[in-house]
């Protein structure tokens, strides 16, 4: 990580929950809140993210660049974030929100540039808890036009506890 940010006690850095809005990528939400992590660093994880899976169909030349996974049809990849000397996995997804406009969202779980290898070997145990953890925000962001950030937070932290238990084996 940068000088602004500092690495948490446990093998997961942070969570972030990102919307793709008018003002372009945005963290909305993310886990450990407060000084673990910068807010530079949450913008450049929930810019890269959302531009990655977001963007044209994956090149060949990405697909077989091993620094990245992407399953277009599921929309996941494991992204590398080398100015914070950390390698995120990342959900992409979406809903419909009560403007009736079409919200483009990820969740990103970064972890130390040393554990990639955490990423690759236990990605499908990951991807289901992402994609449980999008399910759940889902029902908050839908359900409440005002939700409260600490509802997100909670699931994040929940994630986060997972991934840390899975990680330490």
């Known amino acids: 990580m940068n000088p602004t940010s500092k690495h948490g006690s446990g093998e997961v850095i942070a ?9 372009g990528a945005t963290p909305v939400a993310w886990y450990p809140p407060g000084e673990a992590i910068s807010y530079i660093d949450l913008t450049n994880i ?7 899976l977001v963007g044209d169909k994956p090149d060949r030349a990405r697909l077989n660049d ?5 399953d277009q049809t599921n929309a996941f990849a494991i992204i590398p974030f ?5 390698v995120a996995i990342s959900i992409m997804f979406n809903y419909t929100n009560s403007d009736g406009k079409n919200v483009i969202c990820t969740i990103t779980a970064t972890v ?3 554990l990639r290898n955490f990423l690759f070997e236990k990605h499908e145990g990951i991807e289901q808890m992402l994609k449980f953890t999008a ?6 962001v839908m359900r409440e036009r005002a939700f ?3 509802d ?9 506890e997972k991934l840390n238990r899975l990680a330490t084996g």
């Open 15 to 23: 969570i972030v929950y990102s919307e793709l809005i008018e003002e």
């Open 66 to 70: 091993p620094r990245f996974i992407v």
């Open 135 to 140: 399910f759940e925000i889902l029902k908050v």
């Open 152 to 160: 997100l937070v909670s699931l994040l932290q929940v994630l986060h």
């Open 46 to 52: 929930s810019l890269k993210s959302i531009s990655l």
């Open 112 to 114: 130390d540039a040393r």
């Open 148 to 150: 409260k950030k600490s």
């Open 82 to 86: 080398p100015d914070q000397d950390t």
